[in-house]
């Protein structure tokens, strides 16, 4: 499937889908989302710079594309979750949320066998893709530097 034609998320999601070739449907809403659980990529576009906090530690995030995995395995699944997350609205419960609620575009792929570890490692395998915050969405994995991952497609971004 296409991507959505016309945002400013479409190259993300064209180099998402160099590196998992198995992304589906482009996610605006939560109305094409079902309540299964599974792992998801949030892409995200930040237009102006963003100051993000883990714990005590603050870093600015620049504007530009970001990726965040994560999982939706509790009640309602994936609707629940990203669809949360797509609407950038609701209380700060996540690390995420700090910038879902500043994103200025924002678009959701779902995945079933996938986990978010393993979309992560996918997307850092390119040097278009690179961990901004060491941390960020990963406190409780021991995998992953990060799930949160910033895009460049080129070094002028």
């Known amino acids: 499937m296409k991507p959505v034609s016309g945002t400013a998320l479409d190259g993300l999601i064209e180099a998402v889908r160099t590196r998992v070739p198995d992304t589906g449907i482009v996610h605006r809403t939560d109305e094409t989302l079902d309540s299964d659980p599974g792992s998801y990529l949030l892409l995200l576009r930040l237009r102006s710079p963003l100051l993000v906090r883990i ?3 603050e870093s600015r995030l620049p504007s530009g594309l970001y990726v965040y995995s994560g999982s939706a395995k509790g009640p309602g699944g994936l609707k629940a979750r ?9 209380q700060l419960r996540w ?9 200025d575009d ?6 079933r066998s996938l986990t978010e570890c393993d ?10 893709f690179c961990v901004p915050v060491p941390g960020f969405g990963s406190s409780d994995c021991s995998t992953c530097r990060s799930h949160l991952i910033r895009f460049q497609a080129s070094p002028e971004d």
């Open 82 to 90: 990203l669809g949360r997350h797509l609407r950038g609205n609701g």
């Open 106 to 111: 924002r678009a959701g792929l779902a995945f």
């Open 55 to 57: 714990g005590k530690r």
């Open 95 to 103: 690390h995420i949320d700090q910038i879902t609620a500043h994103a």
């Open 119 to 128: 979309l992560t490692a996918r997307l850092l395998e390119c040097s278009s």
